[in-house]
């Protein structure tokens, strides 16, 4: 089972959105996935046996884990790119 942290910056719409996507994406492709959202100044606490952050708002810190920018749930632009990315990291 994968662990995926979505997190946004502030409420948790943005996140839920990118979540639910994740989800789909990873119940498509047969891959285990346990999604959990939080916002961003929560990650370090949340990061433990994290394979994959996925972001809605911009980050820069470096938690040790991939982290991908999941702009493209919200926007609806390069969907497809993003989800490449995440697949990337989930088949590994």
């Known amino acids: 089972m994968k662990k995926v942290i979505v997190a946004c910056g502030g409420a948790i719409a943005t996140s839920t959105v990118a979540a ?17 959202q939080c916002r961003v100044n929560e990650l370090d606490s949340k990061k433990e046996g ?6 809605t708002a911009k980050v820069k810190k470096d938690y040790g884990i991939p982290v991908i920018h999941g702009v493209a749930f919200v926007s609806g632009v390069n969907i497809a790119g993003t ?3 995440i697949l990337d990291v989930l088949t590994q």
């Open 20 to 36: 639910n996507k994740i989800k789909e994406l990873a119940q498509r492709e047969n891959i285990p996935v346990e999604v959990v």
């Open 50 to 55: 994290a394979d994959l952050i996925v972001t």
């Open 83 to 85: 989800e490449s990315k």
